[in-house]
């Protein structure tokens, strides 16, 4: 699997092509900058992009806007946007185009190998992978306002937790130790207590909720 | 047909030039009673006071004494401003507050402003003292002349002169009439210009010409100090936070690391556990760092700007917030800070104590001004009080000339306005 690296920083740039080169990822291009970033994009075509959002020249949210450009260009191209901070308003703007294929995580999760590699995976494999933190802030805020959420049991509210984040059920049973039958379970709980259209689609599945828990914003 | 409405649409002005008139002679009345015995007081103590500061007593009574002519001047400054339009700027120097009273006396001596009430309170007894009887007499003048056409003549003592008409008999009184009207018709246009007269003259003999001038200069080193402490309270804080923080859980980081090092050998298992719980501890020390450079400065304004930072501020409140930008460009990167905690402040306060389940904010720029309205359908009664919330957003704008105003009946809603002068790029 090809992948493009846009990463200002020397250490966490070198400290992320040693990670995705140990679970066997092709490092097609490890730039510094939007413009070089913007670049190898075009050029190289590659499977998936990893993309710092602050980068140079403008040191602004040059790697965002480079990310989401090269989007409109070649729709559906997976970009995982990691960031410091992490914010609904960039995520929103990420899941814009209901295209799938994009991740947007905390860089604090490269702390777990396993689980970062999994989310780059999955959204090179067209899927989704938000960070916790979004997820969060968008439960807290939509439970103030929303009933439905409130018919939710607790573990249902994990369930959904996890779903939003992108896990499928397969990994989401792992996380909670359970059975995947039990989740397909509360899956379909969740969805006809939300009424949202069931779809086998797992990537189709992850997008109706997040665009259920966005709405109204 | 249209005479009619002539004469409608004239009657309006001339009675607004009749309440004009009285209102001057009114306030003319108030004057006189205010100006002649308040500065003839004052005069006269200031200098008995300031006599008798060689002997000792003055020192004791001239800083009372001064203050209390400077209460009269403020008062004049008020109605000057109130009844006549006139800025008259203070610009007395500030004393100490631990000042002793030989301090407070010769600090108030030194002060030019001090020299200047003193010189207006004998031109204010006379030269304000006449302007504004005349602004009262001449209003009321023509109504004996008035009152000596309707008979008033025949009880007047022989050879009664009004104005210059020496009132002998009815002939003479209907020239006392004439004379009186003509004089009314005057008294329209002088008793307002003789009343604004008056203010101007308190306005030449109080206001200093540097009056504004030293204003700005008082008002910046206000400002100025506030920022200052501000921002070094606020460094106190971050070092606080990053002594007490990230940087205490970096110190367990290395420790543990050393301690694992330690076990690899001897427990794998023990050190595999502790090796969970350092991953934890630097995973905390990155959440603190990043919830410390958010309250220094928010990413999303460095790489946004105002609007999209305010929208992102916007969307981590547990109410619902409609927000609506139209900013043509990026202000200074201060100025763009402070405007941010002002309306963070703000929504903060909103949150905590109004009760609101809809802020609306509104930004925009215009006449040279960044605008900004935060409003909530709470319970009102919010206050830009000490230690309110409102009071610091007050302090941060001052720094760039910024004001607030805050509208919050009880009952609710409140509306908090932010301006700034400012220039966009």
């Not at chain 1, 490269?110 to 780059?120: M, P, S």
């Not at chain 2, 002649?36 to 060689?54: E, Q, R, T, Y």
């Amino acid at each position: 699997m090809r992948v493009v690296l846009a990463e200002d920083l020397f250490l966490l740039r070198d400290g992320l092509v040693r990670l995705l080169e140990a679970h066997d990822f092709e490092i097609a291009a490890a730039v510094e900058t939007g413009p070089e970033l913007s670049r190898a994009l075009a050029e190289l075509e590659p499977d998936v992009a990893v993309v710092d959002v602050r980068l140079p020249p403008t040191l602004t949210d040059e790697g965002l806007q480079c990310a989401l450009q090269a989007r409109r260009d070649r729709p559906g191209l997976p970009v995982l946007v990691l960031s410091q901070h992490v914010e609904q308003l960039y995520a929103r703007e990420l899941l814009a185009d209901g295209s799938g294929g994009v991740g947007y995580l905390l860089k604090d999760r490269v702390f777990d190998a396993e689980q970062f590699v999994d989310a780059v995976r999955r959204v090179a494999a067209g899927g989704t992978a938000m960070d916790p933190q979004v997820i969060q802030q968008l439960l807290s805020r939509r439970a103030a306002e929303d009933r439905p959420l409130e018919r939710l049991t607790p573990r249902e509210l994990e369930v959904l937790e996890l779903m939003a984040q992108g896990r499928t059920n397969a990994a989401i049973a792992g996380k909670l130790v359970v059975t995947e039958r039990a989740i397909a379970k509360h899956t379909a709980n969740i969805f006809a207590k939300l009424s949202l259209e069931v779809s086998d689609d797992d990537n189709r599945r992850v997008l109706a909720v997040l665009a259920y828990l966005d709405r109204g914003r | 047909m249209s005479i009619e409405t002539k004469s409608t649409a004239r009657q309006p002005r001339s009675g607004a030039r009749i309440q004009g008139m009285a209102l001057s002679a009114v306030r003319g009345l108030a004057l006189t009673f205010i100006t002649l015995p308040g500065a003839v007081v004052c005069f006269c103590l200031a200098v008995v006071s300031i006599a008798l500061v060689p002997i000792g007593v003055g020192i004791v009574t001239t800083p009372w004494v001064l203050t209390g002519v400077r209460a009269f001047a403020d008062r004049r400054r008020l109605l000057a401003a109130e009844w006549g339009g006139v800025r008259i700027p203070r610009a007395y120097r500030p004393l100490p507050e631990d000042a002793n009273p030989w301090g407070r006396t010769f600090g108030m001596l030194r002060d030019p402003a001090t020299w200047r009430d003193i010189l207006w309170l004998p031109v204010d007894m006379t030269a304000g003292f006449v302007t504004a009887l005349l602004a009262l007499v001449l209003p009321l003048y023509p109504l004996e002349g008035f009152a000596i056409a309707a008979g008033l003549w025949r009880v007047l003592p022989d050879g009664y002169w009004y104005g210059f008409v020496k009132v002998t008999d009815q002939t003479s009184a209907f020239y006392a009439a004439g004379l009186g009207a003509v004089l009314l018709l005057a008294a329209f246009w002088l008793a307002p210009l003789l009343l604004r007269a008056h203010f101007r003259l308190t306005g030449a003999m109080l206001g200093s010409g540097q009056g504004e001038l030293a204003e700005r200069v008082r008002v910046l080193t206000e400002t100025r100090r506030d920022a200052v402490d501000t921002s070094a309270a606020e460094l106190r804080r971050i070092e606080r936070d990053l002594h007490d923080g990230a940087q205490a859980r970096l110190v367990a980081v290395g420790m543990d690391l050393g301690t694992i090092e330690a076990l690899l050998e001897k427990d794998p298992a023990k050190a595999r556990e502790l090796l969970a719980q350092t991953r934890q501890s630097s995973a905390d020390a990155l959440t603190e760092l990043r919830e410390l450079v958010r309250g220094i400065h928010p990413p999303v304004l460095a790489e946004r700007g105002l609007g999209d930072a305010v929208r992102a501020l916007a969307l981590r409140l547990p109410v619902a917030v409609e927000v609506e930008v139209d900013l043509p460009g990026r202000a200074e990167a201060p100025v763009e800070s402070a405007a941010y905690f002002a309306v963070s402040e703000t929504l903060t306060n909103a949150v905590k104590h109004s009760g609101a389940d809809r802020i609306w904010i509104d930004m925009h720029y215009a006449e040279a001004r960044l605008r900004i309205s935060v409003t909530d359908n709470g319970k009102g009664g919010a206050v830009i009080g000490a230690g309110s919330g409102l009071a610091g957003v007050e302090r941060r704008l001052g720094t760039f000339d910024g004001v607030l105003a805050v509208s919050s009946p009880a009952g609710g809603p409140t509306m908090v306005t932010m301006e700034i002068p400012c220039a966009l790029s």
